[in-house]
């Protein structure tokens, strides 16, 4: 079966880039989805299709996916983004998530 | 508005079946280009995908849990039902219900529901 890996836990100091990723075989190939969840919240949806921002997620939030590895990239992070970070593609009808990373803004 | 809720029973043997049923509103169950889908978490754990239901009633289900998992849906009554036999500890999880949308080549989940925490023990 499919898999997708992320690194556990990101650190990242206010005001700097934070960045994510998430890999897999020939992850390129497939559309990729980011989710953001707070502790005792549901997921958001803040990358679909690779790299396009649904309505109402700040522009500080962009993605990119390319080669084996898709990227989350955090420009200006501030302390509300501190968060778990899923991937998530399709395996033909399937769906898939990564393991998810920890971001903590210091 | 769009929102999904989740309702079914809080504490569940082993061995007995989980029934949860989705609540949606703000959307059909007969719109072609949506879908529900029903994932789960561990506490403290990733997401995994359970099982999905589109408008012409084509379902998937995670191959891991494909003899232990059903889904249904009641488009009158705005309600998708998920089944999932023989519960086991490991089963403890969250159960989210989700809306699916496919505005392009892909479907991708765009509404989440808050989630029922069901904890399998005796």
């Known amino acids: 079966s499919y898999e997708m890996t992320q690194p556990p836990s990101v650190s990242v100091s206010p005001g700097q880039t934070a960045t994510i990723t998430c890999s897999g075989d020939?992850?390129?190939?497939?559309?990729l989805s980011w989710f953001q969840q707070k502790p005792g919240q549901s997921p958001v949806l803040v990358i679909f299709?690779?790299?396009r921002r649904p309505s109402g997620i700040p522009e500080r939030f962009s993605a990119s996916n390319s080669g084996n590895t898709a990227t989350l990239t955090i420009t200006g992070t501030e302390a509300m983004d501190e968060a778990d970070y899923y991937c998530q593609a399709w395996d033909t009808s399937t769906a898939i998530f990564g393991g998810g990373t920890r971001l903590t803004v210091l | 508005q769009v929102t999904l809720k989740e309702s079914g029973p809080v504490l569940v043997k082993p061995t007995e079946t989980l029934t949860l049923t989705c609540s949606v509103s703000g959307f059909s169950l007969s719109n072609a280009a949506l879908g529900v889908s029903w994932i789960r978490q561990p506490p403290g754990k990733a997401l995994e995908w359970l099982a999905h239901i589109f408008s012409n009633d084509e379902k998937s289900y995670n191959t891991s849990l494909r003899r232990r998992v059903t889904v249904s849906k009641d488009t009158s009554k705005r309600q998708v039902v998920l089944t999932l036999t023989n519960m086991d500890p490991v089963d403890t999880a969250t159960y989210f219900c989700v809306r699916m949308w496919q505005p392009d080549v892909t479907w991708y989940f765009d509404h989440w529901g808050r989630g029922t925490l069901v904890t399998v023990s005796s």
């Open positions: 299709q690779d790299a």
């Open positions: 020939k992850l390129g190939h497939k559309y």
